[in-house]
């Protein structure tokens, strides 16, 4: 990212929370580091859990955690470099997918925000910054670019481009089942990438997805079903208000190395029904237009020096498409050639409003390394967030997608403790 894009996001960061402390001068290195494990988990839904395959399928039933019997030294290390290749949790294994992944957490807070500092070694040798393109083909534009996982990579017709992402679910206890399970009551069969995943009629003919206007199948809790082992079931909009009121939901923060890195954000979001967005507008969205087909923002040549890139360009510096810094209107008129390419997503830290533009974020890639200090402000009332405060603990997964993939192509830890200047497995400290 350029010097002058990290400039304006954290002079706006710095607005924001004046007060705060500064998290790119935080002295990390007085604050003791947690080792989470991650690794590759494959298809293992919470309907597999559940299911005789599973060996520990009765003790699950009975509410016992994960780590009641995975707690054996490494044994995350040894559990995804099985699952990442192929057999019966892994019909579409990646080439050269690596099973296990070392994140280093550390913790702070201070009167205003919980900063958690965030490092891992990435599989490939550059900073998976890229995300999908809207490419030119002599007649109109189309995505070109896809996450590894996806049988048109697979298959060598398209180039696996998809950004990096770092990730982390909290639950405050209200949640059935999170402690013990984690991120597994999110994951489901039915999902996008899991088995018996779901067509395009069963979404239009389920009640609940249509009443909440969903096309497609994503993250959801138990809870929000009659049946909590059947995603083509769903309780009614009056029952899921009632659930959400009740805070029976998890969040989900992202940070994004495309979509919220270039504008020093993570996006806020949280799973209930659905993968929700909180409410109001997320620093990214759709550069395409939806009649059309042809981008709504390009490159201003005045600024950059070009109106847009080739496929030889990619990973040779910044294509963050930045609607208050570097964009213009697209210009259909302006002689595009085939091959030419515009990021299919436009970013905007102007445009990010209400709820879902919570979270601040710091990010750099170093030495084959990402390192994230995610900055989420205490005591929120949104009415989807959690809110976190000094004092308390709360249940946590971890999950990084790495490489070029996404959905069930990244690796993920068991549940963690994380204490805000109380014991835990994580303990945030007080800033001086």
Not at 113 to 131: A, I, M, V
Not at 383 to 391: H, T
Request: charged share 30%.
């Amino acid at each position: 990212m350029k010097k002058s894009a990290f400039i304006l996001a954290f002079a706006a960061l710095s607005a924001n929370y004046a007060s705060a402390a500064d998290p790119v001068n935080i002295d990390w290195s007085k604050i003791q580091a947690s080792s989470i494990q991650l690794f590759y988990p494959g298809q293992s839904s919470y309907e597999w859990l559940r299911s005789k395959a599973h060996k520990g399928a009765s003790k699950v039933a009975k509410g016992a955690a994960c780590v009641s019997c995975h707690d054996e030294k490494d044994e995350e290390k040894d559990l995804g470099e099985k699952l990442v290749k192929a057999g019966p949790l892994e019909p579409m294994p990646v080439a050269g997918k690596s099973g296990y992944k070392d994140l280093s957490v550390q913790a702070a807070y201070d009167a205003k925000n919980l900063y958690l500092r965030y490092e891992w070694k990435t599989d490939q040798p550059f900073p998976g910054s890229e995300h999908q393109y809207l490419r030119f083909d002599g007649k109109e534009w189309k995505v070109w670019g896809f996450p590894k996982l996806d049988k048109v990579v697979q298959d060598g017709k398209q180039p696996g481009i998809y950004e990096d992402r770092m990730s982390i679910i909290i639950d405050d206890g209200k949640v059935a089942g999170f402690a013990e399970q984690g991120c597994w009551l999110t994951c489901h069969d039915g999902e996008r990438d899991m088995p018996k995943q779901f067509t395009k009629d069963e979404v239009a003919a389920n009640p609940m997805l249509t009443a909440i206007k969903k096309g497609d199948v994503r993250k959801y809790l138990p809870d929000s079903r009659t049946d909590p082992l059947d995603w083509k079931t769903g309780k009614t909009v009056e029952e899921l208000a009632k659930l959400k009121g009740e805070g029976k939901f998890v969040d989900l923060i992202q940070w994004r190395a495309h979509r919220s890195h270039a504008v020093g954000m993570a996006d806020d979001g949280h799973v209930m029904e659905w993968r929700l967005s909180d409410a109001g507008k997320d620093m990214f969205g759709s550069n395409a237009d939806a009649k059309t087909h042809e981008p709504k923002f390009m490159w201003d040549a005045k600024k950059v020096g070009y109106k847009s890139i080739t496929a030889d360009q990619l990973r040779k510096g910044d294509h963050f498409l930045i609607r208050e810094q570097n964009a213009v209107p697209f210009d259909p008129t302006a002689g595009w050639k085939e091959g030419d390419m515009i990021p299919d997503y436009v970013v905007s830290r102007e445009d990010a409003k209400g709820s879902a533009a919570d979270n601040n974020a710091t990010a750099a890639w170093k030495d084959g390394k990402w390192t994230v200090v995610l900055v989420r402000p205490l005591g929120l009332t949104n009415a989807d967030d959690k809110s976190l405060k000094a004092g308390s603990v709360y249940n946590v997964g971890f999950a990084v997608h790495d490489d070029n993939i996404t959905t069930r192509g990244h690796q993920v830890s068991f549940v963690k403790t994380l204490g805000i200047g109380a014991k835990a497995d994580i303990e945030a400290v007080k800033l001086p």
